[in-house]
């Protein structure tokens, strides 16, 4: 099989496709609808096709849907360096920015969703709402990493991840078999099916993938002991002062949801905490129109702490 191109993100549908420049990097965008910015944010191994159904489902409700393939990923640029959240959160704000708005409302699932925190407190100018898809707030993470062993256990992938050159090998090795694997190891019974298995095989395989997808969970698990690893630390103790809707699967393969419980206590405004029935650690695409529900009904209530 020939090595895929960008070409396989750039997938036709309802939307548009367009690249935007922020923070001194070319990002890939798909568009849909007109109306307040909703700007989402994929997790690993994935890609802004992720968001595919949130896209017509936002873009029906009046809002314009922005999916961006992250720094690293699908159509973007993929640079050597700038996979620390200080350099992906001011991605996140210049994009905001670029596509033309003051601020958004962010959603963000699994890393998507680690920005998503980081910039509502590094940058909470341009973070109008927040919605985060299985993913604690950073403190918590690091102390459930730290106290709870079935969370480390179940995120002893990112320790293998540490070593050089052989986790992109796996990654991509037999068209991106070890892609399929975790989105079965940590999704709920019945998903993804052949095709988007498929899809997300391909776009792995993009050459520069594998490796700047795993620069996020390196300088995670590296920057533990390092100066800049402190220093973001003690930054993510701002408080979130942004409405946030917090969504977990029960079945979540990959983080736990006792991981996220507690996230709460980072933020100073409404927070709404919804376990998802059923579903494992991709809710938007195991079962979206739960998933969109509980997200369109919040971005419409105006007095989001009831």
Not at 245 to 268: I, Q
Request: net charge positive; glycine share 10%.
């Amino acid at each position: 099989m020939p090595t895929p191109d960008d070409s396989v993100v750039r997938v036709a549908g309802p939307w548009t496709h367009r690249d935007v420049s922020a923070n001194g990097a070319l990002f890939h965008v798909a568009e849909q609808g007109e109306g307040p910015l909703v700007l989402l944010l994929h997790g690993f191994p994935e890609f802004w096709w992720a968001w595919r159904h949130q896209m017509q489902s936002l873009a029906d409700a009046g809002y314009r849907a922005a999916a961006v393939d992250l720094r690293g990923y699908g159509a973007s640029d993929k640079p050597p360096r700038g996979y620390d959240p200080f350099t992906l959160s001011r991605d996140v704000a210049g994009l905001v920015r670029s596509l033309g708005e003051r601020d958004a409302a962010l959603v963000g699932h699994g890393w998507g969703g680690f920005l998503g925190w980081t910039a509502a407190a590094l940058h909470p100018k341009v973070v109008r709402r927040l919605v985060v898809v299985s993913m604690p707030h950073p403190r918590r993470l690091r102390a459930s990493l730290l106290t709870e062993w079935r969370q480390l256990r179940a995120s002893a992938y990112a320790l293998g991840f540490q070593t050089p050159v052989l986790p992109e090998r796996a990654l991509t090795r037999h068209e991106g078999a070890a892609v399929e694997r975790l989105l079965n190891a940590w999704a709920g019974p019945g998903w993804p099916d052949a095709e988007t298995a498929r899809c997300y095989r391909a776009a792995m395989c993009i050459p520069g993938v594998a490796h700047c997808a795993l620069e996020y969970h390196r300088w995670a698990i590296r920057s533990i002991p390092r100066p800049d690893g402190v220093r973001f630390t003690r930054r993510m103790r701002t408080p979130v002062r942004i409405p946030v809707l917090h969504l977990h699967g029960a079945l979540d393969g990959s983080l736990r949801p006792s991981s996220a419980r507690g996230s709460g206590r980072y933020v100073e405004a409404p927070y709404r905490w919804r376990l998802l029935d059923g579903v494992g650690h991709f809710p938007h695409e195991e079962n979206p129109g739960r998933f969109d529900e509980e997200v369109l009904g919040w971005l419409a209530d105006e007095e989001p702490d009831r």
